[in-house]
């Protein structure tokens, strides 16, 4: 069996700083990747051109404006009961 290396205490925070951000960015990717398609699915109801339509620009706009209206509302709920 391969030995595994022991870190120092500062090494062992900046990998763990390390790690943190990279899960932090890989939810977003994935957040940014669920949003994407759902509202894709949802506006978007004939074959894709150059330009959305009005309507499909327009609820693209509304989608993304509620999805965001939505995230943020569940953070500040979620911090207000941490803190509670």
């Known amino acids: ?4 290396p022991k870190f120092d205490e ?3 925070k900046e990998l763990a700083n ?5 899960q932090t960015q890989a939810k977003l990717h994935s957040t940014i990747h669920s949003l ?5 699915d949802k506006c978007i109801t004939g ?15 509304h989608c993304v ?12 709920q979620i911090q207000d009961r941490r803190d509670h």
């Open 36 to 40: 994407t398609t759902m509202c894709w």
């Open 1 to 4: 069996m391969a030995d595994v």
């Open 65 to 76: 404006d509620r999805f965001l209206d939505t995230s943020i509302f569940l953070v500040k």
């Open 18 to 22: 390390f790690l943190e951000k990279e």
């Open 47 to 61: 074959t894709p051109s150059t330009r959305f339509s009005r309507g499909e620009e327009s609820c693209l706009n």
């Open 10 to 12: 500062a090494t062992q």
